[in-house]
């Protein structure tokens, strides 16, 4: 039975995303992708016309659950409550599904090294500052919060504690209480925010 390009992008997709979560980013490859989709290799290239162009899509696939994440924010009591929510998220998806996360840094170092064939590196974080700088702006506006920090910086500092704290976790999880360091660097971020 045929399956049309568009079904089938949507599974070359989902199994990239799925061999990334496995096996990493250097598990990649147009072949490998095909047999995780059960696609012959001909519809693969059919579909995408090279690894960039399919790492790029699922990229931009992966980005797009960062607006399902922030829909169960609750912006309604403020910002330090929405910052915190997030943090308490982001921690749970580490400890959960470390796996996920470790491809996503795959990803993100993959496209940091081929930026010259690829544009995703520099969609990434700007992703990030749009989706999480929208739901911590809404949460200030929403309890009449001011924030001595503007909100671009706020993510990026955020991000930048989380990103440290999670490579710390993963590289050995028991070697200290990287949980508690994290929420304590993100609350010493609210406070300089002033919130």
């Not at 960039?52 to 990229?59: G, I, K, N, P």
């Not at 500092?157 to 990103?163: K, Q």
């Amino acid at each position: 039975m045929r399956v049309p390009a568009d079904e089938r992008r949507g599974q070359l997709i989902s199994a990239t995303l799925e061999l990334m979560r496995r096996k990493g980013v250097q598990s990649v490859t147009m072949r490998a992708i095909a047999k995780e989709a059960n696609a012959p290799l001909a519809t693969a290239h059919y579909c995408f016309d090279d690894k960039s162009e399919l790492m790029d899509a699922s990229a931009e696939a992966w980005l797009k659950n960062l607006n399902l994440f922030s829909h169960g924010i609750s912006v309604h009591l403020g910002l330090r409550k929405a910052v915190e929510q997030v943090a308490e998220e982001y921690w749970r998806s580490l400890t959960e599904q470390p796996a996920s996360l470790l491809a996503e840094i795959e990803l993100i170092l993959w496209a940091t090294r081929n930026a010259e064939v690829s544009p995703l590196a520099a969609k990434i974080y700007p992703a990030y500052v749009v989706e999480l700088g929208n739901t911590f702006a809404a949460a200030a506006q929403n309890n009449g919060d001011q924030c001595l920090i503007d909100f671009t910086t706020l993510v990026r500092s955020f991000l930048m504690i989380y990103d440290g704290a999670a490579l710390q976790y993963m590289t050995d999880p028991n070697a200290s209480d990287f949980s508690s360091m994290f929420f304590t660097m993100v609350d010493a971020l609210l406070i300089k925010a002033g919130v």
